[in-house]
């Protein structure tokens, strides 16, 4: 009897090994893949002056939950302006009365109201045959001017050596006073079309140099007979 009951226990435990192993495996359910966020191109122009480094420019921000943003720096140099040239003298001007003035600044401080009555001398035309010069010093201790002039040769540009014509004369008012003649041009340096370029100079009472203006240079042409 007893061998009975370990033979029947011996065929449950055969039987439940083998329904067991029949049984089908257990399928996992595949786990679902989520797709990577996109990053974020941020294009970001800066505008630097040639001399300066690149500035670094921060990255937009972004959601939490975006992917950290590529940041691409696009760095434009500026536009160098052209430093600004030292003004020039002005073209000569024509006054009340027929006067031609002379640009201020030619007066290096030392002379103003600088006029004279044409732009052309001629040796031998009547009608050019003369220009009056005028100028007024700026500083007191100028009490003589003198009138320096030299010839240039408009067809090669070779220039004659500075000629002193001489005092000017004191006016009441101040200024002083020379009239040129186209005769008065040095014999030497005559040439039929030239420049007739000019300066003052100013004198204290000892005949001490002061001050001397800019030469003024290719205003006025000389030529021998009528232009």
Excluded: H
């Excluded at 033979?7 to 786990?31: D, H, I, R």
């Excluded at 122009?45 to 940041?71: R, Y």
């Excluded at 009138?147 to 000629?163: A, H, K, L, N, S």
């Amino acid at each position: 009897m007893k061998m009975k009951k370990i033979a029947l226990l011996l065929l449950v435990l055969v039987l439940t090994a083998c329904t067991s192993a029949t049984e089908a495996p257990q399928v996992v359910a595949p786990t679902e893949v989520l797709p990577s966020p996109t990053p974020v191109v941020v294009v970001q122009t800066v505008l630097v002056e040639p001399t300066q480094a690149p500035t670094e420019v921060p990255p937009t921000a972004e959601p939490p939950t975006a992917a950290p943003p590529v940041v691409v720096t696009v760095v434009v140099e500026a536009t160098q302006v052209p430093p600004t040239s030292a003004p020039a003298a002005a073209a000569p001007t024509e006054s009340t009365g027929g006067l031609i003035t002379v640009d201020p600044i030619l007066g290096a401080g030392y002379f103003t109201d600088m006029t004279r009555t044409g732009n052309q001398l001629s040796l031998r035309c009547q009608l050019y045959k003369e220009i009056t010069f005028k100028v007024k010093p700026l500083v007191d201790t100028i009490t003589q001017v003198e009138f320096y002039y030299r010839i240039v040769d408009r067809t090669t540009g070779t220039p004659f050596e500075w000629q002193n014509r001489g005092k000017m004369i004191p006016e009441a008012d101040g200024t002083f006073t020379l009239v040129f003649n186209g005769e008065q041009v040095n014999a030497d340096s005559r040439r039929p079309n030239a420049w007739f370029d000019f300066q003052f100079i100013g004198l204290s009472k000892t005949g001490g140099v002061v001050g001397r203006s800019e030469k003024i240079e290719k205003q006025i042409t000389y030529t021998f007979e009528c232009p």
